[in-house]
């Protein structure tokens, strides 16, 4: 499983090794469950489902709600 790192001000490299910030560490709890649950699909379902539920506009959509 990918996950990206966004995009930070300034140098690639400095923005990776960069620590992360209260807003990025309130999020890693939410992210580790997605995660969880992407497993299960590939698990269970298959990769392919877990690429169509998970993947593209209506997921980012989704997930935005």
Not at 14 to 40: A, K, M, N, P
């Amino acid at each position: 499983i990918k996950i990206g790192i966004g995009r930070g001000a300034g140098s690639t490299k400095d923005y990776v090794l960069t620590d992360f910030s209260v807003d990025e560490r309130r999020g890693l709890q939410s992210l580790c469950d997605l995660v969880s649950e992407i497993v299960e699909f590939i698990v269970t379902d298959g990769v392919l489902v877990a690429m169509n539920r998970f993947n593209g506009p209506a997921a980012r959509d989704a997930s935005a709600s």
